[in-house]
């Protein structure tokens, strides 16, 4: 799975980001889903607006509502019927020789954090106003950092670590 989050473990406010632009991670985000399949909950899809469903990228909803209602959308799964890792394991099915990757928000990390090899975390190196936080200590134990890499930030961007994480 992918994710960024503050000094806090906040990912998000109001349904968005809680930071200002920060290209490098944008472009690393970019860089890690494309080509996959990605799999969100139905306010990270409404998070994207216009940029739904992602360009280049198979694009799954977990929602207990219709497909029809997420326009450009591969499928959708129903969590109350199935189970996360049924879940996963369905669509990683359907897709040989792709990655499944996670892309949020909270309520699918959550969940699906149990059933991820590989984490993608970008720390943001400061604290903003958020709504919606994860516990980062429970997604990243008994995973090992295997990769970090630091972009300094300036007056108007925080600084970053772009951190892949690898299940020992
Ligand atoms: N920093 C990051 O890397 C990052 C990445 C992604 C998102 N975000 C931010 O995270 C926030 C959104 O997170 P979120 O947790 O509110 O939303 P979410 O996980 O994207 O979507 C939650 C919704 O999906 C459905 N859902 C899917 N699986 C569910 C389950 N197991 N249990 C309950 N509901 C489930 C429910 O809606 P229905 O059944 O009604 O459809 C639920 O309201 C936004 O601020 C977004 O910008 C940040």
Redesign the pocket.
């Known amino acids: 799975m992918i ?3 503050d000094n806090a473990g906040g ?3 109001k ?3 809680p930071w200002p632009h920060i290209s490098e991670d944008l472009q690393h985000f970019k860089r890690i889903t494309e080509n996959s399949v990605v799999i ?5 899809w409404d ?1 994207l607006g216009g940029l739904a469903p992602l360009k280049g990228r198979t694009n799954y909803v ?4 219709d497909l029809s209602d997420f326009t450009g959308a591969f499928d959708c799964y129903d ?1 109350t019927q199935y189970t ?1 890792e049924n879940i996963i394991t369905a669509i990683d099915f359907r897709h040989p020789g792709k990655d499944t990757i996670i ?6 990390y959550d ?1 699906a954090y149990k059933y991820c090899d590989t984490i993608y975390m970008t720390r943001v190196m400061d604290t903003y106003k958020c709504d ?1 936080t994860v516990d980062t200590d429970m997604y990243l134990d008994g995973f090992e950092c295997r990769s970090t890499r630091r972009e300094m930030g300036n007056q108007h961007k925080p600084s970053i670590s772009i951190e892949r994480w690898e299940r020992t």
């Open positions: 994710f960024a989050c990912i998000g406010y349904n968005g980001l969100m909950g139905s306010n990270t998070s977990i929602t207990s509502k969590y996360m892309i949020g928000g909270k309520k699918i969940e919606t």
